[in-house]
């Protein structure tokens, strides 16, 4: 099974003091096949340069603000929809949705809230083929998100059953809530659409003696049959050319 890597354009373009064109050829270069959140001006460049665009988030307001409250669906249902068709238009793979603050509401009643939005959107995405991402988040960088932990995602793509609605597992954010990513994702893979790669505390680049084992990892998720993406979305504290380089070689490292 290939190792398939991609790279978080926020996290890196605007650090790497390059022109769109020069950085996503370098990137592809590099052997970075996939991008992610590519803002639709810098679009025709990335494309250019022979990338796979992976997906792009709705509103930013919508993280603290989302699905779990049912005050919130008239407005993000309809614009969940305009993110899938204009998705599809411009040859995006995936939306990410998010679970919204917990504000004291019950796990059970967000997952019940975010549930009945989501499958209101659901045959939208699978008539354009667009999967829908939900993300999980840790508390220290989103304070009182609700979807903290994979178990909330997991059990909404487990009871909504569509492969256009899965779980971005990012693993910074799970190790962050103290899960342990070697075991939950071998058994989560038919829910998992995306994984996100950064290191703890600080959000840095994975090392291979980092405080996450993602030689470990990469090879039970990979064995369990995980055939996506792995996504550089960590923030580099140096070059971020070289830093993304360093990355992509530890990776490679793991399936040798």
């Not at 650090?15 to 592809?28: D, N, V």
């Not at 019950?106 to 699978?126: F, H, L, R, S, T």
């Not at 667009?130 to 793509?157: K, M, P």
Request: overall charge neutral; some cysteine.
């Amino acid at each position: 099974m290939k190792l398939k890597l991609s790279v978080a354009d926020w996290a890196f373009f605007g650090k790497a003091g390059l022109e769109p064109r020069e950085y996503y050829e370098k990137l592809r270069k590099m052997g970075f096949t996939g991008l992610e959140m590519v803002p639709r001006e810098r679009l025709k460049d990335a494309k250019s340069a022979g990338f796979e665009i992976l997906n792009e988030s709705i509103f930013p307001d919508c993280i603290p603000h989302g699905l779990n409250r049912k005050e919130n669906h008239g407005r993000l249902i309809p614009c969940i929809r305009d993110s899938i068709e204009s998705a599809a238009e411009a040859g995006i793979k995936a939306v990410i949705i998010f679970s919204g603050n917990r504000m004291g509401q019950p796990d059970c009643e967000g997952i019940k809230n975010c549930k009945n939005a989501i499958e209101q959107v659901v045959p939208d995405a699978e008539k354009r083929k667009v999967t829908l991402l939900f993300e999980v988040f840790n508390i220290f960088n989103h304070e009182d998100y609700q979807a903290d932990n994979s178990r909330y995602g997991f059990s909404i793509a487990r009871a909504i059953g569509s492969p256009y609605l899965k779980v971005l597992y990012d693993i910074y954010h799970m190790e962050m809530m103290s899960e342990n990513s070697a075991e939950i994702l071998p058994f989560n893979i038919p829910y998992t659409g995306h994984l996100h790669v950064a290191d703890i505390p600080k959000r840095d680049r994975p090392k291979k003696n980092g405080a996450i084992n993602y030689g470990n990892i990469v090879k039970k998720t990979m064995a369990a049959g995980y055939d996506g993406y792995w996504g550089m979305e960590f923030m580099p504290f140096g070059n971020p050319m070289k830093e993304l380089a360093d990355a992509k070689d530890l990776f490679e490292s793991f399936v040798k």
